[in-house]
C-alpha cells in the first residue's frame, strides 16, 4: 500500500495499515473497493424487482387458484338438489284440506308386540284420528 495516501487528509499511508496515522480515518484497501463495487452492482440488480411477464403470470396463477377455490365452494353450499331427495318418488295424493277444518276423532288401536294397528278406512273417513298408546305405565297420546 506504499504509494497511497489517505484520502480525507492526504496523508502518507504505511503499507498494511487499517487506518490513517493523521486523522485516524479507516484505510480501504484496492480489493474491498473492487469487492464494494461487486455488491452494489448486484444489489441494484435485486432491487429493479420481478419482470412485468413474470408478474402477469403470477397474477394470472393467483386468478386460477382463486377461480378454483370459488368454483368449489359454489359446489359445496348446502341448498342444491341432493341425489337422495332428488331421487324421492313424488306424492300424488293431496296432503291438505284447505276448505275443511280438521279436528281429531278418538279411534281403538290394538297393539300387538310394540306395533300400533287400526284399519285405514277409519282414517280415510275421519282424515284425522287420535289415540293413545300404553306401554309400561306410560301413556302417549299420538295423532294419524
Known amino acids: ?14 503499507e498494511g495499515a487499517k487506518f490513517c ?10 480489493r474491498q473497493f473492487t469487492s464494494e463495487a461487486h455488491l452494489s452492482s448486484n444489489a441494484s440488480v435485486s432491487r429493479k424487482g420481478i419482470s412485468g411477464s ?7 396463477l393467483i386468478l386460477a387458484l382463486f377461480g378454483i377455490f370459488v368454483v368449489i365452494f359454489m359446489s359445496h353450499l348446502p341448498g342444491g338438489s341432493h341425489p337422495v331427495i332428488a ?5 300424488v295424493m293431496a ?15 290394538q297393539v300387538v308386540s310394540g306395533k300400533i294397528t287400526f284399519p285405514l278406512s277409519e282414517l280415510l273417513a275421519k ?9 309400561d305405565n306410560v301413556t302417549i297420546p299420538l295423532l294419524a
Open 1 to 14: 500500500m506504499s504509494g497511497f495516501s489517505c484520502t480525507t487528509c492526504g496523508s502518507p499511508l504505511s
Open 54 to 60: 413474470a408478474k402477469i403470470t403470477y397474477t394470472l
Open 87 to 91: 331421487n324421492q318418488p313424488d306424492v
Open 21 to 30: 496515522t493523521s486523522c485516524g480515518n479507516p484505510i480501504r484497501s484496492s
Open 95 to 109: 296432503s291438505m284440506f284447505t276448505d275443511v277444518v280438521l279436528a281429531p276423532e278418538p279411534i281403538s288401536v
Open 127 to 135: 282424515k284425522m284420528v287420535e289415540f293413545d298408546y300404553h306401554s
